[in-house]
């Protein structure tokens, strides 16, 4: 008995300890185990092909496409949202809604199209991410499983790949179908080439193999596709454009919007301000289709790409890893390459492409010598290349002396307030001169006492009292004197658009941009939204203020030529897009406080003070945008960042902050129905201000509310521009009511 009972407890021993390797294994391999497999992919394809043939059809079946939506489809779906933190469900259901209920089904069937692609395309990216991350640690037969997964995936897209490459004509004002990259096939000779590495019969250079391949099948053959779909679908938006095929025209935009989605990330993070052109060409009216922009923007966020790629050879800690960044060099490169050809000639791309090789059978010798050469050639060319670019960039050209110089003293305090030991002396010595000239200019204006509030601060500092707070005082009070000045200069052209020079306006124009360079880094931050208990704050997704702000720069100085009618209707426009993404970098600036002070205030009552003064200080910044239309609110706001630290409710100054925006956003839904038909130009200046102040507490609604009610939003307020544009009552009734039925939800949400 006593034999069987220790027989018993071995083997009850052995299966815990094997059910912890399988429970670790597991967790170590999450993708793998939660992942679809082959046959989940499978009948995902089948049924998107399924929703291809329905929207095909003359009378699109909404609940027929919810059905075939549901089920594997979505499951996939969910699982690529998870993975990479997207929302694609919620974009698509939004869509299938869009379609059930009649409003434009063709847009809303590309939608769903060009979506479930994206998916597809996020899967082949997952899985040979995995395949070469999990490399090493996993067996032969479990990265086969991960590869037939990706090619299941491909079959979806894999009609797509196979398209010609679309280039710029030799004029560069059309876009024309170039040669076939054969990409598919590339692909599939990857596949071949990965798959022989997966036997692991030399597992040093099969590692080689795989992290060289993934960019092969990654970028060279996926992203080269959806890059030369955006371009031929903006083609065909300008052929239906000419063709007075309005309704062709904006298919063929949709189409090009959201393929634009599946390669967004690959062109804003090196060419932020370009990629916000490229959407809202996309997203427009077709009248501003420039094609050598958007081919130049594209190619500038690829040619960071690549560059970036290069760079990494360097800090790469082996040869794979010097193997796999070079290849990254070449494929990026491989996406621009006809342009390059077209912008600087043949005989430099075929040195470029020389070079290029150089780098990767250096890369695989491992010779760092011939690398830097290759390097040095490819950097050349590629200098030589982005000189041509047609980018968008804001280029000042006036004398603005007096603001750049206070700027400058604005930044050297920024450093002097950086310092271990705080020189008060030196922090008064930047302070006097063009900043505090400037800063009394300000006080005249707007009969504000900055410059009392900033010199009482300075003295504290030197006299050593509550340093951590007078500097404070110091740099917020300063950045609020730029954020008037923006305010002060763009306005001052609005109104005098008419009667000033082309020149005058300029000047004004660029001291507001030279104003707006101090204050650039606060624009820059992330979104801070609720937690999910609503008790404090945290990071959400970056908003791109800073580029939204920069974009509306350069748009709006290109009006100050007063060559088009519509000119003077772009700059208010620009200036909505300038002052109020200003303010919402602000309000994120508050809430940035907010989080801080409930983070310390029971460990460290000086620190959360310390935050409690700048989240004061950012509010009197932007107070005007809330009083108005929520004053009970406002004082609370007041209150609670200047009283006791206790006090501080991360929700109720939300709450009073979304309250304040939605009376702004309900006074210009009063004018876009009081203008609507009668004067275009103010009925979509108002559209754009709803939109704009909207996007301050969109991420909060979203919380409360959920994405796909957040998506419907979106979609309503593209709607109500494009309404406004063509004077459809319909349509902006429809948007209209759909705008006012959430936020009255999301309000009812506000307790």
């Known amino acids: 008995m ?69 089920g594997a489809l979505q499951t996939l779906v969910q699982e690529v949202d998870t993975a990479n933190n997207l929302k694609l469900d919620s974009d698509v259901l939004a869509a299938i809604d869009e379609i059930k209920s009649g409003n434009e089904p063709a847009l809303a069937g590309q939608v769903v199209d060009k979506t479930l692609q ?42 797509n790949v196979a398209r010609a490459n679309q280039v710029l004509s030799a004029d560069k004002q059309s876009i024309v179908e170039g040669s076939n990259p054969g990409a598919d096939i590339a692909f599939n000779e990857s596949v071949a080439r990965i798959r022989t590495a997966l036997n692991k019969s030399n597992p040093e250079e099969d590692a080689g193999v795989v992290a060289v391949e993934r960019y092969v099948t990654r970028i060279s053959s996926l992203a080269r596709a959806y890059y030369n779909a955006v371009l031929r679908e903006v083609a065909g938006a300008i052929e239906s454009k000419n063709n007075a095929d309005v309704e062709g025209m904006r298919v063929e935009l949709k189409e090009g919007e959201v393929f634009y989605r599946t ?62 960044e ?45 690398s830097a050469a290759a390097q040095a050639t490819i950097t050349t060319i590629f200098d030589s290349y982005e000189a041509e670019l ?49 800063t009394q200019l300000v006080d005249q204006v707007y009969g504000s006492t900055i410059d009392a509030d900033v010199s009482a601060a300075i003295e504290s ?75 404090t704050l945290q990071d959400g997704s970056n908003p791109d203020l800073d580029d939204q702000i920069t974009l509306a720069f350069v748009q709006g100085r290109e009006a100050l030529s007063k060559a088009n009618s ?8 620009a200036r909505e897009n300038i002052i109020v993404p200003l303010a919402r970098s602000f309000l994120i600036g508050v809430l940035r406080e907010v989080e801080g002070i409930i983070a310390s205030r029971n460990t460290d009552a000086i620190d959360a003070r310390e935050k409690q003064i700048e989240g004061e200080f950012f509010y009197r910044i932007v107070e ?51 203008t609507f038909g009668i004067d275009r130009n103010q009925a979509l200046v108002a559209v754009e201000r709803v939109s704009l102040y909207i996007n301050i507490f969109l991420p909060d609604l979203e919380l409360r509310l959920g994405t796909l009610e957040r998506v419907k939003v979106q979609n309503a307020l593209q709607d109500l521009r494009e309404a406004s544009e063509t004077d459809d009552v319909s349509k902006a009734l429809t948007a209209g009511s759909t705008l006012t039925g959430i936020i009255a939800a999301y309000e009812n949400e506000l307790i």
Not at 122 to 146: A, G, H, K, P, W
Not at 149 to 154: G, N, Q, W
Request: proline share 1%.
């Open 118 to 159: 994206r998916v597809f395309y996020q899967v082949v990216f997952n899985r040979m991410s995995d395949i070469r991350n999990l490399f090493e640690s996993t067996s032969t037969e479990v990265l086969n499983q991960m590869l037939d997964e990706m090619i299941a995936s491909f079959q979806a897209i894999s009609g």
């Open 624 to 674: 005007s945008f809330i009083a108005p239309d929520n004053p009970v609110g406002n004082d609370l706001i007041k209150a609670q960042l200047t009283g006791d630290l206790a006090n501080v409710v991360a929700n109720e100054i939300v709450i009073e902050i979304s309250k304040g925006i939605i009376g702004q956003v309900n006074r210009n839904i009063d004018i876009i129905e009081s």
């Open 461 to 535: 500092v030197k006299a050593g009292n509550e340093i951590p707070f007078s500097l404070q005082i110091i740099d917020k009070s300063l950045q609020r004197v730029f954020a008037l000045v923006v305010y002060n200069r763009t306005t001052l052209v609005i109104e005098n658009f008419d009667s000033l020079s082309t020149d005058d306006l300029v000047l004004e124009w660029d001291r507001a941009n030279s104003a707006y360079g101090a204050i650039a880094g606060t624009a820059a931050r992330v979104n801070k939204v609720l937690t999910e208990d609503k008790q």
């Open 263 to 324: 390669i967004e990330s690959l062109v804003a993070r090196d060419n932020p301000v370009g990629n916000l052109l490229i959407k809202a060409r996309l997203a427009g009216d077709g009248s501003d289709l420039v094609v050598d922009e958007i081919v130049s923007d594209l190619n500038k966020g690829m040619l960071g790409r690549s560059r970036g790629e290069m760079a990494n050879i360097a800090t790469a800690e082996n040869r794979v890893g010097r193997m796999a």
């Open 2 to 70: 006593m034999f069987l009972s220790k027989k018993l407890m071995i083997s009850i021993r052995k299966l815990l300890i094997m059910s912890l390797i399988v429970f670790t294994l597991m967790i170590n391999n999450t993708s793998v185990f939660a992942a679809a497999d082959v046959q989940a992919i499978q009948n995902a394809v089948t049924a998107y092909q399924t929703i291809g043939t329905l929207r095909r059809e003359t009378l699109i079946n909404g609940d027929a496409i919810a059905n075939a939506y549901a």
């Open 390 to 438: 047609n980018l968008t960039e804001y280029d000042a050209t006036t004398e603005t002396a007096l603001i750049d110089n206070a700027v400058a003293s604005f930044k050297t305090i920024g450093e002097l307030r950086a310092e271990t030991t705080i020189n008060g002396a030196a922090i008064e010595a930047a302070y006097a001169g063009e900043l505090q000239q400037l």
């Open 566 to 573: 519509d000119d003077s209707f772009n700059v208010v426009i």
């Open 326 to 370: 070079a290849s990254g060099t070449v494929e990026f490169a491989k996406i621009f390459m006809p342009d390059l050809e077209l912008r600087l000639g043949a005989t430099v791309r075929g040195n470029l492409e020389t070079a290029l090789n150089d780098l990767n059978s250096a890369a695989k010798a491992d010779d760092a010598a011939k």
